[in-house]
């Protein structure tokens, strides 16, 4: 699990709360809260989000880009220099044995993506057929993931917009019963409220999630990327040690120097 993803909710939550029970004169009174809670408002806001969202997407597909968000909480195993390296010993096995010596090789593979490459090789598929195919698998994965970051950005956006109706809805009831102080109240409540539940949904939960699975979609089209010009350097028959040193330079210089660091004394050896 993602901590950082619970944390974040977590402590955003704490932290709206702490703001609004806590007074630097009256200390905190949690009375406060019941201020706060509305339901005409949060029907209105929620309800009207997400429903509003369900218009632009099939049932199955809005179910499905719902469920995402549980996205944010299981972050990409990707280990970058353990890729290289599988990927530079494969390229040793075909240097020594030859092409047809990588699919025994493949078996040993947990990562499909890579394996599947190896095993279009070994068929001895095309070098710009074997890119196309991988980069098509690359461009699907990467729309799955835009479509689920799609939903959560409507999300965002519908959020306050539909805070601002609730806004409009409460001002007109409060315009309309100026002459009775009594509803003048709750319905300026639903005014602010709604404005506040819109901002809330759209900064704390919608936002967020859209930001970090942009960012994991990122990881994981950039170690895919490393994968297929890793292959088709091994098809291509480039030296190990080229493909190492091109292949690094996909990843960040501290992470590219832990990797030198770690296996500086076994690649002089070789």
Known sequence: MD???LIGLIAGFVLVIFGIVFDIDAGVNFGTLFNFLDVPSAIITFGGAFTCVLTSYSLSDYIKNLKGFTMIFKPPVIDEAGTIKSIIDLSNVARKEGLLALEEAANDLEDEFLKKGILLIVDGTDPELVRGILETELMCMEGRHKDVVGFWDNIAAMGPAWGMIGTLIGLVNM??????????????????????????LANWIA???????????????????????????????????????KLKSFLSPKTREAMTAENGGGEEDG
């Open 175 to 200: 315009l309309k019963a100026l002459d009775d102080p009594s509803a003048i109240g709750p319905a300026m409540a639903v005014a602010l409220l709604t404005t506040l539940y819109g901002s809330l």
């Open 207 to 245: 936002i967020p999630a859209s930001t970090k699975m942009k960012n994991n979609n990122a990881i994981e089209v950039q170690i895919k990327e490393v994968m297929i010009e890793g292959l088709l350097s091994i098809q291509a028959g480039e030296n190990p040690r080229v493909i190492e040193e």
């Open 3 to 5: 901590i950082a993803s």
